[in-house]
């Protein structure tokens, strides 16, 4: 158990080869669906009709009156539906993954639906501007193009969408029915908190589901957008390893032939010398080798030369041709 733990921990060797979703007909007819209901709200609340009547009922009922037992628990729950800490826990895990995967795809599907969610949810709360229950004006009014914007409820839409992400991330048919159920609970859950402390009326939540899950169904339009702009971040993140990577390699000594050139030594013999010298940080090449011709060290041989044309080696030339020099005092 300890070493499946630790091998979940780990970095898979290579990319999952998981495909997308793709629009389906099935998600195309909950797409069409969700889209009709969306209009229907907005458009029975616009006509003042039951709907809004509805919405009164219940906040003139103050649910968090009737059960004050659970108002604490109720204000951290709601929690969950506020967009910067469910979309940093989020994208915590969904980090993770991109890590251990070795793919960008669950931080970029992340932001994208962060982005349609703000764009679609935020349009419509300025355009509808519609005021909240504890900022209500006349009693059976729809207190729309008003001063607020709490049409739709954009925690039970950032809710759908944030917990949503995780069931359309799922690689197995499992894992993606289970977090489904604990998507589907976090926002029914969030949605009627709302209602409970009275920030919403209960068209907003609807409408705030609606909206939520026409971004999980239209993703699947944006994955190939997706596809490259991950590839496009792959690689110049590549480029940028390679160029901050690079070190400048060890300079080896290099060895080339030097002629030293001709010289002449004590004895008048020329002697050309040509080595392997090592060019060592640009000094001067040594010299190799010693003179041919060496004079002995010990005491000179006082008989007669016994070298090959009468001169000693250690003789001078022309040293044969002169009388030898006698001791002072002979004379």
Same mark, same amino acid.
Do not use: I
């Given at each position: 158990m300890r070493t499946r733990i630790l091998a979940r921990?780990?970095?898979?060797?290579?990319?999952?080869?998981?495909? *997308?979703?793709?629009?389906?007909?099935?998600r195309m007819s909950?797409?069409? $669906? $969700?889209?009709?209901?969306?209009?229907a709200i907005v458009g029975l609340v616009l006509t003042t009709s039951w709907l809004v009547h509805l919405d009164w009922q219940v906040m003139l009922f103050r649910p968090y009156k009737q059960w004050?037992?659970?108002?604490?628990?109720?204000?951290?729950f709601v929690v969950l539906g506020q967009r910067g800490p469910t979309a940093a826990l989020i994208a915590a895990w969904l980090g993770w993954r991109s890590w251990r995967q070795r793919t960008l795809r669950p931080l970029l599907v992340m932001g994208c639906a962060l982005l349609l969610l703000n764009l679609s949810v935020?349009? *419509?709360k300025l355009g509808m501007g519609r005021e909240g229950p504890h900022y209500a004006n006349i009693i059976g009014s729809n207190e729309m193009f008003l001063t607020g914007d709490i049409f739709p409820s954009g925690h039970t839409a950032n809710a759908v969408v944030t917990w949503g992400i995780l069931a359309y991330l799922a690689t197995t048919p499992q894992a993606r029915r289970i977090l489904s159920v604990i998507a589907a609970v976090f926002a029914l859950g969030v949605g009627t908190t709302t209602v409970y402390l009275g920030t919403?009326?209960?068209s907003d939540v609807l409408l705030g589901w609606a909206a939520g899950l026409l971004i999980l169904l239209a993703l699947p339009w944006f994955e190939p957008l997706l596809a490259r702009v991950e590839m496009r971040l792959l690689t110049d993140r590549d480029r940028l390893w390679e160029r901050f990577s690079l070190r400048e390699p060890k300079r080896v000594p290099a060895v080339r032939p030097v002629t030293v050139g001709v010289r002449t030594g004590r004895d008048g013999d020329d002697a050309r010398e040509t080595e392997a010298a090592p060019a060592l940080n640009g000094l001067r090449p040594a010299r190799y080798g010693a003179h041919p011709y060496r004079a002995? $060290?010990?005491?000179?041989p006082s008989g007669p030369p016994s070298h090959p044309g009468g001169a000693h080696p250690t003789?001078?030339?022309?040293?044969?041709?002169?009388?030898?020099v006698s001791p002072a005092g002979s004379h």
């Open positions: 921990l780990e970095q898979e060797p290579q990319r999952p080869d998981m495909a *997308a979703p793709d629009m389906s007909r099935v909950l797409l069409g $669906t $969700t889209a009709v209901f969306y209009a004050p037992e659970l108002h604490a628990f109720l204000d951290y935020g349009a *419509a919403h009326w209960v002995p $060290t010990g005491p000179r003789a001078h030339p022309g040293a044969g041709d002169r009388p030898p």
